[in-house]
Structure formats: structure tokens, C-alpha cells
T-cell receptor, first 112, second 116 residues
Framework: EAQVTQNPRYLITVTGKKLTVTCSQNMNHEYMSWYRQDPGLGLRQIYYSMNVEVTDKGDVPEGYKVSRKEKRNFPLILESPSPNQTSLYFC???????????FGDGTRLSIL | QKEVEQDPGPLSVPEGAIVSLNCTYSNSAFQYFMWYRQYSRKGPELLMYTYSSGNKEDGRFTAQVDKSSKYISLFIRDSQPSDSATYLCAMPHTINSGGSNYKLTFGKGTLLTVNP
């Protein structure tokens, strides 16, 4: 089954404690992306990757890091999380930047 | 002016109604248009994808694009309670003339409730 898998699905943590949200896709897609979804602001792109070792900033990259060492994986790293990063996060992948994206089921992060 | 504008609703209709959802956009360079449906506690899933003006139909869903007016619509015929969800328009595009920086911009979504 084609899918994008995110882990964890839920996380409550404290300010400053580094965390990583993993994302893996099984569709051999070139393009992967991270979004955050906030009430009243909708879905906003954090970072994207066109291929292995190629990443670029989206609309709201501050406070986040990503890496793309393998085609299937695209982890999101919060080096020093802050409460304003409390949000619902989605990872997505597609065959190319202008093609429909497949989304994971989301990770709800709460930073206290 | 925001790149993509979408009325957040909420929109509540009786079962069987025809639903019309709309987005406007400001950048005439946008060429690709998508509609996603998002159920509560789930990720968005693609409903329709089009890249030309005119209509595209898939079952009870019709996507309409008017590039001259920078306006897109999604129509749902014979709406069902299972159609209750948030509907998001989305437009992938490049953000510099060299075409090397890519972005997917979403509308804020319209919450639809179909009442039995």
C-alpha cells in the first residue's frame, strides 16, 4: 500500500529538548515536504526536498532543520523547540514538485 | 493581497444539496490546481488535479478553473454526510523566474458539514 508514515503521532515535550519527527515514503518519490497546520493560518510549508541531498526553505523554516540522506526518508528536526512550534505537522511526498502530494496522518506536537 | 484566498466557512448543507467551494488566486503564473479533502485527525487527500481552464469531472465532483478570472471552484453533487470535511485548494508554483525554488500554497480550507 502506498503510504507516507510519520512518527510519533503525538508528542508532548518541553522547551529546549531536541526532537526529531521521522517521515518515510514507499512510493519512490523524488519530492518530499513538511508542513505545519495551525488554526486560522492553514497549511504552511516548512521545508521541501527535490531529491537526495537537495533541500530548500519553504514559508516558515525558522527553528527547523531537515535532512535527506536517503530517498525514502525526510526527518524534521527541532534543535531547541519553543512553545510557538506547538502545531500539527504533516509530511508529504510526490513524484515531482507540481504533482499531487501524498500526506501522512500528521504529528501533533505540544511544546510546554 | 494573499496568494490564495478561500472562504473558511463553515458551510452547512442538507444531504443531497449541490455544494460550491471556491478559491481565488493573485498570481497569473499559477498553472496547476488541486483540491484536497481533509477529515478530522487525518492528512489531506487529493480529490482533483487540473492544469487547464475548463471543467474536469470525477463522479460527483467537478473542478472548474477560470484562469482569466484567477478563480477555481469545486462542485459536489448529491452531497452525502460522508462528504463532511475540510476542503483545501492548493497550487504548486515556482517562486523565482529561474524556476529553481518550488512551493505549494494552500488556501485556508472550507469546513463543510452535510446534514442527514
Amino acid at each position: 500500500e502506498a503510504q507516507v508514515t510519520q512518527n510519533p503521532r503525538y508528542l508532548i515535550t518541553v522547551t529546549g529538548k531536541k526532537l526529531t519527527v521521522t517521515c518515510s515514503q514507499n512510493m519512490n518519490h523524488e519530492y518530499m515536504s513538511w508542513y505545519r497546520q495551525d488554526p486560522g493560518l492553514g497549511l504552511r510549508q516548512i521545508y521541501y526536498s527535490m531529491n537526495v541531498e537537495v533541500t530548500d526553505k519553504g514559508d516558515v523554516p525558522e527553528g527547523y532543520k531537515v535532512s535527506r540522506k536517503e530517498k525514502r526518508n525526510f526527518p524534521l528536526i527541532l534543535e531547541s523547540p519553543s512553545p510557538n512550534q506547538t502545531s500539527l505537522y504533516f509530511c508529504a511526498s510526490s513524484s515531482d514538485w507540481n504533482q499531487p502530494q501524498h500526506f501522512g496522518d500528521g504529528t501533533r506536537l505540544s511544546i510546554l | 493581497q494573499k496568494e490564495v484566498e478561500q472562504d473558511p466557512g463553515p458551510l452547512s448543507v442538507p444531504e443531497g444539496a449541490i455544494v460550491s467551494l471556491n478559491c481565488t488566486y493573485s498570481n497569473s503564473a499559477f498553472q496547476y490546481f488541486m483540491w484536497y479533502r481533509q477529515y478530522s485527525r487525518k492528512g489531506p487527500e487529493l480529490l482533483m488535479y487540473t492544469y487547464s481552464s475548463g471543467n474536469k469531472e470525477d463522479g460527483r465532483f467537478t473542478a472548474q478553473v477560470d484562469k482569466s478570472s484567477k478563480y477555481i471552484s469545486l462542485f459536489i453533487r448529491d452531497s452525502q454526510p460522508s462528504d463532511s470535511a475540510t476542503y483545501l485548494c492548493a497550487m504548486p508554483h515556482t517562486i523565482n523566474s529561474g524556476g529553481s525554488n518550488y512551493k505549494l500554497t494552500f488556501g485556508k480550507g472550507t469546513l463543510l458539514t452535510v446534514n442527514p
